[in-house]
């Protein structure tokens, strides 16, 4: 079975998308998401140019020797762009070999571990009524898990807080929105947002925080220690990972769960995080990590040393990515949580889907293949719009992490 076509689709249904499609000459085709937010050209630029033309031709049944021909006979390993790029290759190749099969991919990767998938909703608001009641609404919508987020006083805006309420979306359009941070101001608020979801929702809910690598270890340590009374799942992106050795210092004073690596692309960036069980949940994706063959690694790797598999799943990660973590979540052992920012109807009309929310959890149908697809009509009506994340200064001006 040879792939006779490989095509990059950019497309921004509501926001940005790169879709890779592959097509065999038996007719089958897969899709990958290779969508990188606020740099998505330069992916699809990377396969354009470097991996389309080596994929025609190539055996599309040969995914692992594909993986090893993109990463190692780059010469240039790792990094963002092309750990993305070989993403979407593994992920349209996998969707092939389910297809081929007649078998969806969970079913390839050893069956289902578990009967559904849990999911955390990511509640947000300007003050702490307000996120009580987008909890509430969450809790009422029959999640289990909820992530909280809160605006803070003296701050104009910050990560996760967001006007429309169902779908967070922080890209902007044309440049990037210069937020202000102030470690400070959040370590003194922060803890009493907690402190007042649960003495107003209890504890059979389980509640998540993302601090998107905003403090420094010491003082992710003070946090995880304040908040230990309202038991989290996980305290999320603490610091800046870079660092790995930076966790040993959190791990030494906090027994709240911690969970890192939306932006780490591969097993070497977890390495040390996951061996001296410095962390308790595995965060990349499907799309940012290689793709389902690298990340079955890295969870394999998690697993033997009490690490689970917490993937990301924010909207810039495409409906492809989700059905691909699905398949993934369904059969590892050592599943934990499922990020679930809901897509726009927009989205979900140019990517036709097989996974459903019901009671807290995902499930996907049982297709064959991923469970989803890219409808390229659909797509050509919405095109690119170059779009930005924030950028992030402390009071001073100093550049921060966003
Ligand atoms: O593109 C960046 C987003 O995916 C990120 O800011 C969202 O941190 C995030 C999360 O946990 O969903
Ligand atoms: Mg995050």
Redesign the pocket.
């Known amino acids: 079975m040879k792939i006779v076509d490989a095509r990059v689709i950019v497309c921004s249904p509501g926001r940005n998308f790169v879709t890779l499609r592959l097509e065999t000459d038996t007719g089958l085709t897969g899709v990958g998401d290779a969508t990188m ?1 606020g740099r998505e050209l330069a992916v699809a630029a990377y396969l354009e140019h470097h991996v389309c033309p080596l994929l025609v031709g190539r055996d599309a049944s040969r995914i692992e020797d594909t993986w090893q021909y993109l990463y190692k006979g780059a010469y240039w390993r790792g990094g963002p762009v092309g750990m993305t790029a070989i993403a979407a290759v593994d992920m349209a190749l996998w969707d092939i070999k389910g297809k081929a099969a007649g078998m969806p991919v969970y079913d390839l990767l050893g069956g289902r571990s578990r009967d559904r998938v849990l999911v955390y909703g ?1 509640a947000n608001g300007e003050t702490i009524p307000e996120v009580l009641e987008w909890v509430g609404r969450y809790v009422g919508d029959g999640y289990r898990a909820v992530r909280v987020q809160c605006g803070i006083p003296g701050i104009a805006s910050t ?1 996760g807080v967001s006007s429309d309420k169902r779908y967070y979306e ?2 902007d359009v044309d440049a990037p929105t210069e937020n202000t941070w102030s470690s400070e101001r959040y370590l003194d608020f922060v803890p009493s947002v907690i402190e007042a979801v649960r003495d107003e929702y209890g504890f059979d809910v389980h509640l998540l925080h ?1 601090v ?1 690598h905003r403090l420094r270890p010491i003082e992710a340590a003070q946090l995880g220690k304040r908040l230990e009374p309202f038991r989290l799942f996980w305290l ?2 603490a610091i800046p990972a870079e660092l790995q050795e930076g966790f040993r210092i959190i791990r030494r004073h906090t027994t709240t769960p911690l969970a890192v690596g ?1 932006v780490l692309p591969t097993i070497w960036d977890f390495r040390t995080l996951i061996v001296e069980q410095l962390i308790d949940y595995v965060r990349t994706s499907v799309q940012r990590a290689g793709g389902i063959s690298h990340l079955r690694k890295i969870a394999a790797l998690a697993e033997v040393h009490h690490v689970r598999l917490g993937c ?1 799943g ?1 909207t ?1 990660l495409s409906p492809v990515t989700m059905a691909a973590a699905l398949n993934v979540d369904l059969a590892v052992p050592n599943f934990g949580i499922q ?1 679930f ?1 809901p897509h726009t109807d927009e989205t979900y009309e140019v990517f036709p889907r097989s996974y459903d929310y019901r009671d807290g959890h995902l499930d996907l149908a049982g297709e064959p293949g991923l469970g989803v697809d890219i409808d390229e009509e659909a797509a050509a009506r919405y095109p690119y719009r170059p779009a930005y ?1 924030p950028v992030n200064r402390l009071e001073d001006g100093t550049m921060h992490s966003w």
Request: net charge negative; glycine share 0%.
């Open positions: 937010n990511h990560y922080p890209a993302d998107h999320e992106d939306e990301h924010a810039d990020e920012m994340l």
